[in-house]
């Protein structure tokens, strides 16, 4: 028996989604209340049903908040008054303790939740240790940041629910994406690649398997907004053939590196909108591109790092 699941923290989701959906009907003042309801509530449904559903029902839930996202249904709440925060004037650095401490936790909770032990009752299963560790890392990170700033509960529940808003339907899009690049690989689309590359490029040299392996990671990166939509089409047809089959490359070196490199697309493409975009939204930049402006020389820097130590390490080691 374990007392956390994965499930647990997908339930605490949804819980939070709903009583979203249910401020939202209530906000007579809300821009695109009808839409936004449908929007949050189905995707507060995903998270409670999950697995206890036919996938095809959530597969029909996002075609519908995709719709709705697309016909501009919804929308972040009406600009009001700024509500009283916390105690967070003067806290300088500090105010980033919280954020900082969640990645801590997710590591240590990642080698440690699933010893805890009390008899036959586990804390964490092992197979769901990531997910786990991540929810309670997360739990403990928000209630750190009201301790920090003496802020209430509900003044987290409102900020919360207002910057959950304003990302909207680009919220979704990274786990949309991911699961495309699933659907591109079960479909063949790796070989065609392959067969692409093999005939435009000379792979039996090394270094020019390295630099398509790392360019096409960035470029379909770039193309799909998603690192994870990219890795197993990308992998599948130049990684595993041309580094690993061919040169005999370590493919755990390959896939880091190779996600490092698809990182480097995200940094520069605005269909990484959650990214790019809605950070231009919130701080109110005139320049939709202004982020990627920044980011593109560091990505470029990034990307040629990585191709040279790829190309160092993976045929070595």
């Known amino acids: 028996m374990n007392l956390l699941t994965a499930e647990t923290f997908f ?141 209430s509960p509900k003044t987290a529940w409102h900020e919360g629910s207002r910057l959950l808003q304003v990302f909207g339907w680009a919220l979704v899009l990274p786990q949309l994406l991911a699961a495309l690049g699933g659907v591109f690989a079960q479909a063949g689309v790796g070989k065609v690649v392959a067969d692409g590359v093999a005939a435009a490029l000379p792979t039996h040299h090394p270094l020019v398997a390295v630099v398509a392996y790392c360019g096409g990671m960035a470029l379909f990166t770039a193309i799909m907004g998603n690192a994870f939509a990219a890795f197993p089409v990308i992998t599948l047809g130049i990684g595993l053939p041309f580094i690993v089959q061919e040169h005999g490359g370590n493919p755990a070196i390959m896939g880091a590196l190779g996600m490092l490199s698809g990182y480097c697309g995200t940094l520069v493409t605005p269909m990484a909108a959650n990214f790019n975009l809605v950070p231009v939204v919130l701080l109110e930049l005139e320049d939709r591109m202004a982020v990627i402006k920044a980011q593109a020389p560091m990505a470029a820097a990034i990307w040629l790092f990585n191709v040279a130590a790829m190309y160092l390490c993976v045929y070595r080691f």
């Open 11 to 151: 339930v605490l989701v949804g819980a939070y989604l709903s009583a979203m959906a249910g401020h939202i009907a209530l906000d007579r003042s809300h821009p695109r209340r009808l839409g936004s309801v449908l929007f949050w509530g189905l995707l507060a449904w995903t998270f409670v049903t999950g697995r206890d559903v036919d996938p095809l029902w959530i597969g029909y839930a996002l075609l519908l908040m995709a719709a709705l996202a697309g016909a501009g249904q919804v929308a972040p709440p009406a600009a009001g008054p700024k509500r009283a925060g916390g105690r967070d004037a003067g806290l300088g650095l500090r105010l980033l303790a919280p954020a900082l401490l969640v990645p801590v936790l997710v590591v240590v909770g990642g080698m440690t939740l699933d010893r805890i032990r009390w008899g036959e009752v586990r804390l964490a299963a092992a197979a769901q240790l990531n997910t786990t560790a991540l929810g309670v890392a997360a739990v403990t990170g928000l209630l750190a940041a009201l301790w920090l700033t003496r802020a």
